[in-house]
Structures are given as structure tokens and as C-alpha cells.
């Protein structure tokens, strides 16, 4: 029972305090022909004709050392970085507001090596964590970054200290991790402990915000060096030449940009994303660029949602829920639905192996439905609002065949399916893909329930290649000179998954390669 307790609080903290407590619905979703282009090139391209089909006149025409694309976590740690080594800064914010993502979805960093964890006596050996993130990669991700990471980690929590973000103190596992290296933030959220006083801290080093302005297009000079950037007010639609000795992007990567996830492997007409940021403008603009396409092969943070019902936190945590059967196309479960208990990302690459994928399941666990969403909405009832509008995505019947039938499938393999299910619960063992007896729950309560979810995006990371110094790469691994990219648009430490037994490492890697980059770019560029 302690075992199944803490599973469900390291849900209940991943989504809802994981950066999901303010995203109350669902911004947008696909066409179904969205994502039908032949990879990077026509997706790069299309975006850059339609800057350059443009007369670009700048009302405005900035210079400075460093331009730094995005002013999230990264972006910030970026800004704070290069005014400390005395480089002008021009930081370039599509929002009215600094902190990106890291408002939202980020409680704390990794920092092995900290002077608080030297202090509270923790010792962790940095090859176990290695063999574990290379396991889980399956050996694809670059081993040397991950030292390069766990070399700065420690220090870069303490540089933070002396910059004035506040941690809570506490240090842990990021409650089912296996590896206590994990700085929560002030009351646990980035937005109170770090993002203001990293704000505060980049304005009084002289770095200059420049709030609503979206960078559209590189400028390069004829040896191929970027030099700057264009870019473009949300509001009044003028442009601003930003003329620069480098360029950092940190625009939070490609995870509100549907026609770009869906090459991750999802079907176009089914994704939605949760946050207006991380349009893949700095990807865009790479791409244009020639640079090293990461989309296939990065890792992703999504969740599935009913249609019919309220977007938000309890409608997924419904989808989640690891007692509730998938099915495919042809009526089979397909994978073990409990992988969602130890990191939701893992049940997202079984779907990319299906034509289609379906939820079933009864009374009884709408019944015993407990949301733990801050939305307040109550999915059992809402469910059963749903299903009498016939609306596509979800409905009730008091059979399984009949269900089967709404969505077209075969009937009598669905009912198959459930049966031998039933079966395997009641001897309390899957047979198939040894899913945990705790989550095999019969369904066996009328009426009974299918839907047809779609998925929402919270982030994706690492799609622009990118080196050890985070300089944007060619697909033959040379830099593109004066180009960086940091956070998650350049983070190469996962392939696939989100891994999250080594936890903070996405935002750890967004404060690491935030220095990196304008230290590289400083000495390089700059000094």
C-alpha cells in the first residue's frame, strides 16, 4: 500500500505542481492535414519565405554583443551570465514577461555536487547515475555531456545562491527517483525562487529586455557568421534589427507548434499543447540555417485528453490512470498501462507503433475516480454529460461491441480482448506485458465506457543539434559560427524519453548551457 501511495503522489506532483497548476485549458489543436510536409527543410522553409516574401524595414536598429532569443530559465541564466562578463545584452521576449516555461513548469534543478549537498552529507557515485541514463537512452545519448553536466551542476546551483535565487533547502529524489540530487526551488516553483531574481539580477547588469517581440529571421555575413536577428513587435507589427557579435536561442522549443510535434511520431489531427510559448521560432530559424535536425529522436511531455470534457489537470490525470486499458486498432492491448506510474513519458512511444488507440473501461473506475487536478472539475459527471451529445470522442453502452462499433472496430475481437483481460485480473496476472496486479482491475460494472483521446503538449526537448559549448551544428557536426542554442531547444541529454530517475536535468542543462553558450560566445566573439 506504501508502494501505491507514493506512485500516486509522484503523479500528483509531475502534473500538478509539475508546471500544469496554471494551464486550465487547452490552447490549440491540429488540422488533420497539419504536419503533412517532408521533414525540416520544407517546414524551415516555409517559415523563412514567408519573412523574406516581406519588405523588412526596420524601425529600430539595436547593437549589442550578445542577442539572446527567449528570456526563460535558460534565457535568463544566459542574460545573467554575459552581464557578469561585462558583454551588451539584448534579450529578445515574445511575452510581456520574463520566465517562459520555467513559470509553469519547473520546481527545482539538479545540482550534484552543491554546497547544500556536501552539507546534508548526500554522496551519490556520478557513474551510477551515468549507466542509468545511457541504459535508458540504450546508449544513444552522448555520455560526455552528461559529465559535462554533472562537472558544472553543483557549482551552477551555488552560482544561482549568489545571484539570489532562493531554494526551499530541501533535497531529494523528486519523490520516486532514484537519486537524491534534486534543489527544490522557494515553495517549490521557479517562478517565485527564480525566476525574479535572475529578472532582477539581468537588469542590474545592464541587460536590456525587450518584451513582445518575436525573432523571425538570422542575419549572417558573407563568411556565413551569424551576426543578428530580426525581429518582430506581437502588437504593432514593426520590425527591429538587432545587430549582435552572437545569437543565443532560447526559445523554449517546438512544444505549441503541432505541424512540428507531429514528426515526433503522433498523428497530426490529435495534438494539442498546453502553453501559447515554445512556437519553434528558434528551431525555424536554425533549420534555415542548414543546422543538425534533432525532432526525430527527441523526447516529448504530453498527456492524453478527452475532447468532450474541460481540458485541464483532472482530464488528464484521468487519461492516465494506470487501471484503465488501451486498446488499438485492432481491439488488442498493446503495452503495460502502469509504465505511466514511474514517468508518464513512457507510455507515449507505444502509441507511435499504432494506426489507432482507444481507452476503455467501466463504471467502477468512474466510480472510484479520486482527481487530484486543481481545476476542480468532476470527470465522472462531466463523462456522463459527454456521452449522451454523441460527439466522436467518447461514449457509453452496455456492451463492449457495441462501443467497438462507434468507433468502427471489430465488436466481437473488442469483447475478446475484455474477456481475456477479465480473466487475467481475476488470476491477478497479466499474461501479456506483466502490468502490476494492483492496477488490473476488471471491467466487469455496466455501463461500460470508450473514448478516443487526443494529446497535449506541455514541452518538447532537444530539437536543434547542438555541441558540447551548445553551438548550433550542421547534420556533418560543424558549428555554425556565432549561433547557440540552449535549454530545450538545444538540450541533446534524452532520446525519446524524458528520463526521470536523475531528476532536475532538463532545467539543470537549461542553467548549465545558458552559461555556456555566452561564455563560449564571449571569448570566442566578444573579449
Known amino acids: 500500500m506504501e508502494l501505491e501511495l507514493n506512485r500516486r503522489n509522484f503523479l500528483k506532483g509531475a502534473l500538478v505542481t509539475g508546471g500544469l497548476i496554471a494551464a486550465t485549458g487547452l490552447v490549440g489543436c491540429a488540422s488533420s492535414d497539419s504536419g503533412s510536409g517532408d521533414g525540416a527543410a520544407e517546414v524551415a522553409n516555409d517559415a523563412t519565405q514567408e519573412v523574406t516574401n516581406e519588405e523588412i524595414v526596420p524601425s529600430e536598429t539595436m547593437d549589442c554583443d550578445i542577442c539572446i532569443v527567449g528570456a526563460g530559465l535558460s534565457g535568463l541564466s544566459a542574460c545573467v551570465q554575459a552581464g557578469e562578463l561585462g558583454a551588451t545584452v539584448v534579450a529578445l521576449e515574445s511575452t510581456d514577461s520574463t520566465g517562459g516555461g520555467g513559470r509553469v513548469g519547473v520546481e527545482g534543478s539538479f545540482g550534484l555536487g552543491s554546497s547544500m549537498f556536501k552539507e546534508k552529507g548526500i554522496e551519490i557515485d556520478k557513474t551510477e547515475i551515468l549507466r542509468d541514463e545511457l541504459s535508458q537512452s540504450q546508449q544513444r545519448a552522448d555520455a560526455t555531456l552528461w559529465l559535462d553536466l554533472m562537472d558544472v551542476a553543483g557549482e551552477n546551483i551555488d552560482w544561482l545562491v549568489g545571484q539570489g535565487v532562493e531554494f526551499s533547502g530541501?533535497?531529494?529524489?523528486?519523490?520516486?527517483?532514484?537519486?537524491?540530487?534534486?534543489?527544490?526551488?522557494?515553495?517549490?516553483?521557479?517562478?517565485?525562487?527564480?525566476?525574479?531574481?535572475?529578472?532582477?539580477?539581468?537588469?542590474?547588469?545592464?541587460?536590456?529586455?525587450?518584451?513582445?517581440?518575436?525573432?523571425?529571421?538570422?542575419?549572417?555575413?558573407?563568411?556565413?557568421?551569424?551576426?543578428?536577428?530580426?525581429?518582430?513587435?506581437?502588437?504593432?507589427?514593426?520590425?527591429?534589427?538587432?545587430?549582435?557579435?552572437?545569437?543565443?536561442?532560447?526559445?523554449?522549443?517546438?512544444?505549441?507548434?503541432?505541424?512540428?510535434?507531429?514528426?515526433?511520431?503522433?498523428?497530426?489531427?490529435?495534438?494539442?499543447?498546453?502553453?501559447?510559448?515554445?512556437?519553434?521560432?528558434?528551431?525555424?530559424?536554425?533549420?534555415?540555417?542548414?543546422?543538425?535536425?534533432?525532432?526525430?529522436?527527441?523526447?516529448?511531455?504530453?498527456?492524453?485528453?478527452?475532447?468532450?470534457?474541460?481540458?485541464?489537470?483532472?482530464?488528464?490525470?484521468?487519461?492516465?490512470?494506470?487501471?484503465?486499458?488501451?486498446?488499438?486498432?485492432?481491439?488488442?492491448?498493446?503495452?503495460?498501462?502502469?509504465?505511466?506510474?514511474?514517468?508518464?513519458?513512457?507510455?507515449?512511444?507505444?502509441?507511435?507503433?499504432?494506426?489507432?488507440?482507444?481507452?476503455?473501461?467501466?463504471?467502477?473506475?468512474?466510480?472510484?475516480?479520486?482527481?487530484?487536478?486543481?481545476?476542480?472539475?468532476?470527470?465522472?459527471?462531466?463523462?456522463?454529460?459527454?456521452?449522451?451529445?454523441?460527439?466522436?470522442?467518447?461514449?457509453?453502452?452496455?456492451?463492449?461491441?457495441?462501443?467497438?462499433?462507434?468507433?468502427?472496430?471489430?465488436?466481437?475481437?473488442?469483447?475478446?480482448?475484455?474477456?481475456?483481460?477479465?480473466?487475467?485480473?481475476?488470476?491477478?496476472?497479466?499474461?501479456?506485458?506483466?502490468?502490476?496486479?494492483?492496477y488490473m482491475q476488471a471491467l466487469d460494472t455496466p455501463p461500460y465506457y470508450m473514448a478516443r483521446p487526443i494529446w497535449v503538449v506541455f514541452c518538447v526537448v532537444g530539437c536543434i543539434g547542438t555541441d558540447h559549448n551548445a553551438q548550433v551544428i550542421t547534420p556533418t557536426f560543424d558549428p555554425i559560427p556565432g549561433l547557440y542554442a540552449i535549454g530545450n531547444d538545444g538540450c541533446m541529454l534524452y532520446r525519446n524519453i524524458y528520463t526521470i530517475d536523475t531528476p532536475g536535468t532538463c532545467s539543470g542543462w537549461g542553467i548549465a548551457s545558458g552559461r555556456k553558450a555566452v561564455s563560449h560566445a564571449y571569448e570566442n566573439y566578444v573579449k
Not at 501559447?276 to 536554425?286: I, L, P, R, S, T
Not at 486498432?329 to 489507432?356: G, H, L, T
Not at 462501443?403 to 481475456?420: H, I, Q
Open 170 to 438: 530541501e533535497i531529494d529524489n523528486y519523490h520516486t527517483g532514484k537519486f537524491d540530487v534534486f534543489h527544490w526551488y522557494k515553495n517549490g516553483h521557479c517562478a517565485e525562487g527564480y525566476v525574479p531574481p535572475m529578472t532582477t539580477r539581468a537588469e542590474e547588469l545592464g541587460v536590456q529586455f525587450v518584451y513582445q517581440t518575436s525573432a523571425k529571421q538570422l542575419i549572417q555575413d558573407e563568411s556565413g557568421k551569424v551576426v543578428g536577428v530580426y525581429a518582430q513587435n506581437e502588437e504593432s507589427g514593426e520590425w527591429v534589427q538587432v545587430n549582435a557579435k552572437a545569437v543565443v536561442l532560447a526559445t523554449g522549443g517546438i512544444g505549441s507548434n503541432p505541424e512540428l510535434v507531429a514528426r515526433i511520431g503522433y498523428d497530426a489531427d490529435r495534438i494539442g499543447h498546453m502553453f501559447e510559448f515554445a512556437k519553434g521560432d528558434g528551431y525555424q530559424m536554425a533549420m534555415s540555417l542548414g543546422a543538425k535536425d534533432m525532432i526525430p529522436g527527441c523526447c516529448d511531455q504530453n498527456a492524453p485528453m478527452i475532447p468532450a470534457l474541460p481540458q485541464g489537470q483532472s482530464n488528464m490525470l484521468f487519461g492516465i490512470e494506470p487501471e484503465i486499458p488501451w486498446v488499438n486498432q485492432d481491439c488488442k492491448r498493446f503495452y503495460a498501462e502502469d509504465i505511466v506510474v514511474s514517468n508518464m513519458s513512457y507510455s507515449n512511444p507505444p502509441k507511435w507503433n499504432q494506426k489507432d488507440y482507444f481507452m476503455i473501461w467501466d463504471q467502477k473506475v468512474l466510480d472510484t475516480f479520486d482527481s487530484w487536478g486543481t481545476d476542480g472539475n468532476d470527470i465522472p459527471a462531466l463523462i456522463e454529460e459527454a456521452v449522451q451529445t454523441d460527439n466522436g470522442s467518447v461514449y457509453a453502452a452496455d456492451s463492449f461491441a457495441e462501443l467497438a462499433e462507434k468507433f468502427g472496430l471489430d465488436g466481437a475481437a473488442l469483447e475478446e480482448t475484455v474477456s481475456e483481460y477479465n480473466r487475467m485480473c481475476s488470476e491477478g496476472k497479466d499474461e501479456l506485458f506483466g502490468k502490476d496486479p494492483q
